[in-house]
């Protein structure tokens, strides 16, 4: 689904909380209201968020575009970018975002005015996005064979900028190209709510699937069988730990133990070279009212981490828009962020056959 617009200086965001039940949309008109919707909870996805922040940039440069080079211009941006980083604290793509605004590319600059060169470059950042999720899902189903049976493990919902990305997007174009024969999607949350998500998606395209819950996933692999998981990820470590949505861990030695290849998705920019390992991830704790809230469980408490890690030595390889990394992870994903340029695309309609 389709989550961000942009046209004439009004920014619209689907508001992903509600969706599917009720597709709303938030209109944005300034960046004070793209910063207010950006922090209620209505906007899950942090790479659409991101993306936002460059257009919420861009409205901060349109409202004050009378005091075009002028300190007063300046100013206006440096408050806006403050203003976008309070809405989503701690954000990495938000940081790179905005980063990414404070330094357009060099040919941008020259010959034209700054806010010209502000709307061309938020532009640019969105398409690199979906050049990234289209060069990543390309990267997935080149693992693909005719008759692959793949397992998706998800927390993350269907929504992008332009086209599926992540997982879903890798699975939406391996059965494009007639490999996949059987789809199943699982996740942890009771209401499989991003499971769901993604199956209407799919049913949309007429792509059959099937829905199980996380604590079902080592049976299912034992019964059934896999030839591929795909995990999407949130930020890997330099040796290759993984940060990733609860259950992913669990998934993991599953995979291990039944001699399935576990993948975990994830964008050459989300990997930190600056952390070692998963150590480094803060230990974060998740709500404990999402294990107790509506159940009469009289004075228990509840308990879940924020997210799990993955060992470096459970992960078969990293489908990244880039390129796949694979063990040593210390040298191939210093050779992947370091080393391995971004892939442009000139024909985006060729990239989906």
Known sequence: MIAIQWQDGVLSLLDQKAYPQEETWLTCRTVEETAQALSSGKILEEKIAAVAGAYGYCQAAIAHQAELNTP??????????????ASRPGSRDMAMALSFMENPPEAYTKNVDRLTTLLAT?????????????NLCRNGTDLMSQGTRVLVRTDRGAFHSASPAGALGIVRRGVKRGNIEQLTLCEGRPSLAAATLLAQELSKEKVPCTLIPDHAAATFLARQGAHMVLADGILAAKNGDLKAPVGAY?????????SIPFYAVLHADDVDLTLPDGSAFAQEEGDPAAVTAGLACGDAQGWTPAYDVVPAFLITGMITDRNIACAPYEETLVELVEHTPR?????FDEMMK
């Open 72 to 85: 007063a211009f300046q100013e206006a941006l440096d408050q806006a970018k403050e203003l976008l980083l």
């Open 122 to 134: 938020a532009v640019t950042f969105d398409r690199q996005l979906v050049v990234a999720d289209r």
């Open 250 to 258: 669990e998934l993991a030695i599953s995979c291990y133990f039944h």
């Open 343 to 347: 892939k442009t695309i000139i024909n």
